[in-house]
Every structure is written in structure tokens, then in C-alpha cells.
């Protein structure tokens, strides 16, 4: 009789796997908030009735600065963070 | 074309929010993958400190009361000194762990001045109440930072310095200049705009 096996993976493996999606949460959990928050308040962004408004309520819209930040951390920071993160794992392999 | 005084905070709770996201992932991944990449280990504290260095325009072009400059000033100080003293420590110029001694620092004055320079009650409007909330979350949770001079390498401890600072940039983001705050806004606190 022949039964699959299945491998448990170590515990180390398991918790790096959990820290990389941790990492990869971080800035598109942060972009969805500030988009998130602009469809709840929609008065807060002013790119949706921008006439007759001045420059800065045109350039600091709360929402769409949150959704910003989500998105460069999530391309600047977490993507090589990420790489990083795989590399020290199978060096420590 | 000088912004209202809620968009200068809502940029600086964009950069503050930034700062915690960064500590967020030092706090998952830890400090040796954190600083596998040289420009890296000098993010969040350059940012810190650049936002130390940004605070001066803003104590000397918002000055509506003495009071505010202090605190303006104040931050500046305290901010360049701990994101300064950071950078030197990651950067090794620095040896001393006491330097950390810094961020409890920044807090507790930081706590302090906008405790002491809002002078209107919790429920005035949505200001006051966001100062006195301000204030209080960097009084108590300075002893965070102060725990970190002790146990540098504390991932629960790291965590917790970066959801207080992401909690400091939802309040600065919730901020308006004249707002009702669960329903309370006093008279004298004039008409809210939009």
C-alpha cells in the first residue's frame, strides 16, 4: 500500500515564508487604506471637484497621500527588502 | 499660497507614516537583513532627521503664537537630534548605545509640548482633541523607545516604536483646522470649512 508523504517544512522555513509575506503586505495593506478611506470620505479628495481650488488642496489630498506612501514603500523599500530577505535565507541554508 | 496649517501636517504624517512602515519591516525581517543594503540602514533616520530639518520653515513661517513656535522649534531640535544620532550609530561614528537615550527623548518633549500648547479642552474641536491625543501617545509611548536602549533587538518592542508611529501619522492625517470631533465643536472655535 503506498501513501504520499508529506514533508513538514522547518519551522525556520515557515517563519521566514510568514516574514516575507508579512513584508509584502505592508505597502499594498497601506495603498488599499488610503483608497479605502477615499471612497468613505470622498470629500477629502479634491481631484474629484478640482475647480476653482488652490494649488496646495490639489497637491496634499489626505487619502491619495497614504495610497502614495503605500506605493513607494512598496516599490522602493519592500521589493529589494524582499530579495534580501530570500538571499539571507538560502545563504543560511 | 501658504498652506493651511492642516496640509502642513498632513505632509509631515505622510513622511511620519513612511518612517513607521520602515520600522515595521526592520521589526519583521530584522536588523541584519534590514541592513544587508547600505542606503537602507540610513532611510528612516535620514528621513527623521530631514523632517527635523523641515520643521524650522514651519516654526518660522507659522507662527500664530509664541506657544507654537516653541513647540515648532522644539520638535525640530529633538527630531534632528535623534534622527542625527541614529544615523551616526548605524553609520558606527557613533559607539554608545546611551545615544538611543535620544528617541525617549524626543518623545517625552515632543509629548510634552503638545500637551502644554494646546490650550483649549479635549472636545474644543478636532484639533485640540488630536494635540491632547498627540500628546498623551508620545508621553506613554515614549517608554517604548526607552525599553529599545535596553533590548535593541526586541522585534515586539520594534513593532510597538512603529505602531505608535504609524498611530501619530493617522492622527496628524485625521487632522483639520476647524472640525467637529464626535460631534462636539465649540462656537468659539469658529465656522468649519469643508
Not at chain 2, 521589526?27 to 534590514?34: D, K, N, S
Not at chain 2, 543594503?37 to 520643521?55: C, E, T
Request: proline share 7%.
Amino acid at each position: 500500500m503506498e501513501t504520499s508523504l508529506v514533508r513538514e517544512l522547518p519551522a525556520e522555513r515557515a517563519a521566514s515564508a510568514a516574514r516575507a509575506r508579512a513584508v509584502s503586505l505592508i505597502g499594498p495593506a497601506t495603498v488599499a487604506g488610503g483608497l479605502i478611506w477615499g471612497i468613505l470620505q470622498p470629500d477629502r479628495l479634491t481631484i474629484l471637484h478640482p475647480r476653482g481650488q488652490g494649488f496646495w488642496w490639489l497637491v496634499l489630498e489626505p487619502p491619495l497621500l497614504v495610497a502614495l506612501v503605500g506605493a513607494l514603500f512598496a516599490l522602493v523599500v519592500a521589493k529589494p527588502l524582499l530579495a534580501d530577505l530570500e538571499a539571507h535565507d538560502a545563504a543560511a541554508r | 499660497m501658504q498652506p493651511r496649517a492642516e496640509m502642513v501636517h498632513w505632509g509631515f504624517a505622510a513622511g511620519i507614516l513612511f518612517v513607521g512602515l520602515c520600522l515595521l519591516a526592520e521589526a519583521i525581517v530584522g536588523q541584519e537583513v534590514w541592513r544587508m543594503r547600505p542606503w537602507r540602514k540610513y532611510l528612516w533616520p535620514g528621513v527623521a532627521f530631514g523632517m527635523g530639518v523641515l520643521l524650522w520653515p514651519v516654526m518660522a513661517f507659522f507662527t500664530n503664537s509664541s506657544i507654537h513656535m516653541y513647540a515648532h522649534g522644539s520638535w525640530a531640535e529633538v527630531l534632528m537630534l535623534a534622527g542625527g544620532a541614529e544615523l551616526g550609530l548605524v553609520h558606527g561614528r557613533l559607539r554608545s548605545p546611551l545615544w538611543r537615550l535620544t528617541w525617549p527623548l524626543a518623545y517625552a518633549v515632543t509629548g510634552l509640548a503638545f500637551i502644554i500648547h494646546e490650550q483649549n479642552a479635549w472636545f474644543f474641536a478636532r484639533s485640540a482633541f488630536l494635540h491632547h491625543l498627540l500628546g498623551w501617545t508620545f508621553a506613554v509611548g515614549g517608554v517604548v523607545p526607552l525599553l529599545l536602549v535596553w533590548r535593541p533587538r526586541s522585534a515586539v518592542l520594534q513593532a510597538g516604536m512603529a505602531v505608535t508611529i504609524v498611530a501619530v501619522a493617522v492622527m496628524l492625517f485625521a487632522d483639520r483646522d476647524v472640525a467637529p470631533v464626535f460631534g462636539h465643536l465649540s462656537p468659539l472655535a469658529g465656522p468649519p470649512h469643508r
